[in-house]
T-cell receptor, first 114, second 114 residues
Framework: AQSVTQPDIHITVSEGASLELRCNYS??????LFWYVQSPGQGLQLLLK??????LVQGIKGFEAEFKRSQSSFNLRKPSVHWSDAAEYFC????????????FGTGTKLQVIP | EAGVAQSPRYKIIEKRQSVAFWCNPISGHATLYWYQQILGQGPKLLIQFQNNGVVDDSQLPKDRFSAERLKGVDSTLKIQPAKLEDSAVYLC????????????FGSGTRLTVV
């Protein structure tokens, strides 16, 4: 069965600092991978996705993520964090083919301090 | 394009009462999902529809939860009778037939069972 682990429940960074959120997945082949962001009281918004090709993926709001097959990881990065980036971030893994099932991690809550 | 519409936004009920949530997906999206998101956790898939057929309901507590998508467009999720542990945000999402483009989520319905 596919699964996702986000080891950091809560992260605090200073505005302007760089950010890396960790995500490890478990899946037998190359999965579809996603990062979503959820602001308080809102639904989830897709930041970026990977399903093939270049392992460095660019997303919206200046985010990027790198797929590393050898480490079963898909970490999310941003070079300079803005106060508006404070939110909860979810990594998700999907199974290609057929009726795809997407499984979400437990999320990492990002706090940005001035 | 219009997003995924959900109603109501908030609902407070007493345990053992019944409640229903409504979702209207993005036009043309064949696949519709209901997720349950308990506070502090990632979204958990309850049921997945492909047009008006159920693809996956393995995590739906069928003794109290039911869902339908009669005409392959909008959907209703019902809980009867509700328990305290059903307090959560219920998220509806839709996607094209395949998920490599990710889901589009609605804003969710926050249910509080007292």
């Amino acid at each position: 069965a596919q699964s996702v682990t986000q080891p950091d429940i809560h992260i605090t960074v200073s505005e302007g600092a760089s950010l890396e959120l960790r995500c490890n997945y478990s899946y037998g082949a190359t999965p579809y991978l996603f990062w979503y962001v959820q602001s308080p009281g809102q639904g989830l918004q897709l930041l970026l996705k990977y399903f093939s090709g270049d392992t460095l993926v660019q997303g919206i709001k200046g985010f990027e993520a790198e797929f590393k097959r050898s480490q079963s990881s898909f970490n999310l990065r941003k070079p300079s964090v803005h106060w508006s980036d404070a939110a909860e971030y979810f990594c998700a893994v999907g199974s290609p083919g057929g009726y795809q099932k997407v499984t979400f991690g437990t999320g990492t809550k990002l706090q940005v301090i001035p | 394009e219009a997003g995924v519409a959900q109603s109501p936004r908030y609902k407070i009920i007493e345990k053992r009462q019944s409640v229903a949530f409504w979702c209207n997906p993005i036009s043309g999206h064949a696949t519709l999902y209901w997720y349950q998101q308990i506070l502090g956790q990632g979204p958990k898939l309850l049921i997945q529809f492909q047009n008006n057929g159920v693809v996956d309901d393995s995590q739906l507590p069928k003794d109290r939860f039911s869902a339908e998508r009669l005409k392959g467009v909008d959907s209703t999720l019902k809980i009867q009778p509700a328990k305290l542990e059903d307090s959560a945000v219920y998220l509806c999402a839709s996607s094209l037939v395949t998920t490599e483009y990710g889901y589009t989520f609605g804003s969710g319905t926050r249910l509080t069972v007292v």
